[in-house]
């Protein structure tokens, strides 16, 4: 046995992710987001938390899936990782469950190369649930997105 | 001129420096061969010094002095430290601790320091360790001197326990006095008065409690007690006290030299603290004995101080200062909801009862914008008084004009910035305007001029010090960087005059020829850049030999309300800083000119450069060439000008700048953002991005 690891799950594109629950500050419906100009199109600006101005990234976007227009069950995932303060746009995020360390397995190599970087495995819910573990870290590093925004040049 | 303004600054702020002294030098009784911990407190040392002169507290600096010389030596290696130098480095720091309560309680700060001040220079002239028996013998020597000039001080309360007991030694009568008031008295006050006029016909009172003001003030219940010194018998006492009317009882207890002691004990820590500053005690065995008692009751004199400081301000954590004004935008939010839901449903007293909060709510958020933001006059105001004594004792003549006072800094910069400020002030007045003789064989004016400038420029406050003194000479602080071996000779060469003159700031280095008390030990400039780099800030210099030397300070707004214009470009909100607009204007299409693929208009009989602010930030929904009438925002950049065109103009407000978070960092022509009172976020545009 590994050890107990609480995960929210959010969904994203028919998909399902986790964060360890202690990154997660709080989580918000949609509220009007201030875009800031001149900045990769991921990040969809900066909203108002309760008196704090937290910059807003849509993980659609910056996983490279199609972005979306928001639904009812849209939420804004705030996080804090290394003294960064970020919310994250996801399709919907209803549960916070228990998985075993154990149960995560590195990501597969087919995804291969920089993208890879921000997940940190796969772990198996039962018979056909799969949960993507995020490496928040890497999420946030902007050095991968330029040399994104380099390869895609 | 009224020290009060600043009274409670200083108190404040020597606790904190008394404290981190205590702290650090406990610090480095363990770890004696960290040299960097004797850089700390050799700061705290020389800043307590120079706040202590300012305040004219002469003995308070005088003493500081000695031991920061004791210090010096220490720092560089010349002297080891070992228990005497501890010993006496502590008992100077109870010395200081009693002085500083004394200023609390409204005293003069005025002790005699001789004794710890012998010491201190016999460390110096490295001759202690051959005359400690000698000394303590003189000391001895000289007890009937000190008690002599203490009895004329007889109202410090650091020597009440030397005093009493060298006045038994001399045939007085010691008493303790506790005295009744009636219950039902009505002037309690003017009673205690009178008894202490009784009492003062025909002795000393040493000590009261509560304190005379106190009393004078009501502040007390029914009982006050004393300690006096007379040569009347008792029953002759508590007859003539209690023969003022309405006066209940008075006990009058006599002490002798055993009773002495024991009192001497449990009373407060300040009288351990006294015990332990007094080296003149007649035993030595006790005055080592005290000396330490004193350093393990440090940690209360600390704690008395803060209850004991007057009461007008009180320091609050900024981050509740953060929390609250988090809260309150809120509960902005919800105000607004609330607004329009009542006007929705049309309920006079519910419409009423939302204009009512309306109101109360922007009294409090006035309030609670303007907590954190202090006006830099708050710093500034005490330097007067400093440069006027200071240019006295150097002989020199010096104006300090101030301007830009006005100018709001962040609480947590203001806090910071006195420090380095009065080092930089010391250092023009010091090193920068030379002396009159040498102003006027060089064609200037006798009287010096000291420039003391704050302002807003973007998200920056600068504050400026520049004098028209000598200026600096690269040649000397070149040979004086090498010989302190900061740079190498070949390094030296190829340095720029502003990289030179940024040595000045290099650890350990100083130019003065001779260690002055004003400045000149190489601390200083050293402490002021490293000071200003925490602050996030950074500071420049430029000079020019023989006209003068500018420092300027740039430091960060990173929280601060300025005014801002609102503006709209399709559906977003900007806001721009108020500081550098120069006006607001309408033009038509057809003004605007082509000149050399630049599009330029007349404005004020000038030809600026105009921008589209919604190309710089790429606005999804509004584009003024659909317009034939274009609003423009004129902004300034030292004296650069530009025009930006805009959609609509909004309003003026007052802002809370924010900054973007640190995963936004560097962002083209934004400064920070705003919450606006509608919730949402609005950019701030830096205007000095805009105007290359």
Not at chain 2, 154 to 167: G, N, P, R, T
Request: proline fraction near 3%; hydrophobic fraction near 40%; glycine fraction near 6%.
């Amino acid at each position: 046995m590994g050890e107990e690891l609480k995960v929210i799950v959010f969904a994203l594109a028919n998909e399902e992710y986790g964060i360890e629950v202690d990154k997660v500050r709080t989580i918000e419906r949609m509220t009007p987001i201030t875009r800031v100009p001149k900045t990769p199109a991921f990040i969809k600006g900066v909203i108002n938390l309760r008196g704090v101005v937290v910059p807003v990234l849509d993980l659609r976007g910056r996983f490279g899936l199609s972005e979306s227009e928001p639904t009812d069950n849209s939420r804004i995932i705030i996080v804090a990782v290394n003294d960064l303060e970020v919310g994250f746009i996801v399709d919907s995020a209803n549960d916070v469950i228990d998985i075993d360390t154990d149960s995560i397995d590195s990501p597969p190599e087919v995804i291969g190369g920089i993208k890879a970087k921000y997940l940190r495995g796969v772990a198996k819910l039962g018979e056909n649930r799969l949960l993507i573990m995020l490496n928040l870290a890497e999420v946030l590093n902007k050095n991968e997105i330029i040399q994104l925004e380099q390869l895609e040049d | 001129m009224d020290m009060n303004a600043y009274l409670s600054m200083f108190i404040d702020e020597s606790n904190d420096h008394l404290q981190s002294l205590n702290e650090n030098l406990l610090r480095l009784e363990s770890e004696p061969e960290d040299l960097s911990i004797v850089q700390v407190i050799f700061r705290s040392a020389h800043t307590l010094k120079g706040m202590s002169a300012t305040m004219g507290f002469e003995d308070l600096a005088s003493l500081t002095h000695e031991m920061e010389n004791v210090l010096d030596l220490v720092r560089n290696n010349k002297l080891k430290m070992d228990s005497f130098i501890f010993d006496t480095l502590f008992k100077g720091l109870d010395a200081l601790e009693s002085m500083v309560q004394d200023i609390v309680g409204g005293g003069t700060g005025k002790a005699d320091v001789s004794p710890i001040v012998t010491s201190l220079q016999s460390i110096v002239k490295g001759d202690y360790k051959t005359t400690v028996p000698a000394a303590g013998a003189s000391t001895h020597a000289k007890d009937s001197n000190v008690s002599r000039d203490a009895n004329e001080n007889m109202a410090l309360d650091e020597f009440q326990i030397s005093v009493l007991k060298h006045s038994m030694e001399s045939g007085h009568n010691v008493y303790h006095i506790q005295v009744a008031v009636k219950e039902d008295c009505v002037l309690k006050a003017a009673r205690a008065y009178m008894v202490f006029d009784i009492l003062e016909r025909n002795g000393e009172v040493i000590k009261s409690d509560p304190s005379v003001q106190e009393l004078e003030q009501e502040k007390f219940d029914r009982f006050f007690s004393v300690y006096y010194i007379s040569q009347l018998p008792e029953q002759t006492l508590k007859e003539q006290i209690e023969s003022v009317s309405e006066i209940e009882s008075a006990s009058v207890t006599i002490l002798d030299q055993e009773s002495m002691s024991l009192l001497s004990r449990p009373s407060t820590a300040e009288a351990t603290a006294v015990s332990a500053a007094d080296s003149s005690a007649p035993s030595e065995p006790a005055a080592a004995e005290s000396g330490s008692t004193g350093r393990t009751a440090n940690a209360k004199p600390a704690a008395q101080t803060s209850a004991g400081a007057p009461t007008r301000t009180i320091r609050v954590d900024i981050e509740r200062l953060d929390t609250l004004m988090n809260l309150f935008s809120e509960l902005l939010i919800d105000r607004v909801r609330l607004e329009q839901l009542s006007s929705e449903i049309r309920r006079s007293d519910l419409t009423e009862t939302v204009e009512h909060m309306t109101r109360v709510s922007g009294d409090l958020q006035n309030i609670v914008l303007k907590l954190r933001m202090v006006p830099v006059d708050s710093v500034f105001n005490r330097f007067p008084r400093m440069v006027r004594d200071l240019a006295k004792s150097l002989d020199k003549k010096v104006d300090l004009v101030i301007s830009g006072a006005e100018t709001e800094l962040d609480r947590t910069v203001i806090d910071e910035i006195g420090d380095p400020l009065v080092h930089l002030l010391r250092n023009s007045i010091d090193h920068g305007v030379e002396s009159i003789d040498e102003r006027i064989a060089a064609g200037k004016k006798d009287t010096g001029t000291v420039n003391l400038r704050a302002f807003h420029s973007g998200n920056h406050v600068f504050i400026e010090i520049e004098d028209d003194g000598k200026g600096i000479n690269r040649d000397k602080v070149l040979s004086i960087a090498i010989k302190n071996e900061v740079i190498s000779a070949e390094q030296a060469n190829s340095l720029s005059d502003e990289e030179v003159y940024m040595l000045l700031f290099a650890p350990g280095f100083s130019t003065a020829d001779k260690i002055s008390d004003i400045s000149g030990r190489g601390v200083g400039l050293d402490v002021v850049k490293s000071k200003i780099t925490s602050l996030g800030g950074h500071v420049s210099v430029t000079s020019t030999l023989g006209k003068g030397t500018k420092f300027s300070i740039q430091l960060p707004l990173t929280l601060s309300i300025i005014w801002a214009m609102l503006i709209k470009l399709g559906s977003e909100k900007y806001a721009i800083p108020l500081s550098s607009i120069v006006e607001t204007a309408i033009i038509k299409r057809e003004q605007v000119r082509h000149i050399h693929g630049n599009r330029m208009i007349e404005f004020r009989n000038a030809i600026i450069p105009i921008l589209s602010l919604s190309r710089i930030l790429e606005s999804p929904d509004f584009d003024e060439e659909q317009e034939t009438d274009t609003e423009i925002v004129v902004i300034r950049k030292g004296d650069k000008w530009a025009a930006v065109m805009v959609d609509e103009f909004i309003g003026q407000s007052e802002i809370v700048l924010k900054p973007l978070g640190k995963y936004l960092t560097n962002i083209e022509a934004v400064s920070g953002a705003t919450i606006l009172g509608d919730g949402q976020v609005a950019l701030i545009i830096d205007p000095n991005a805009l105007i290359k």
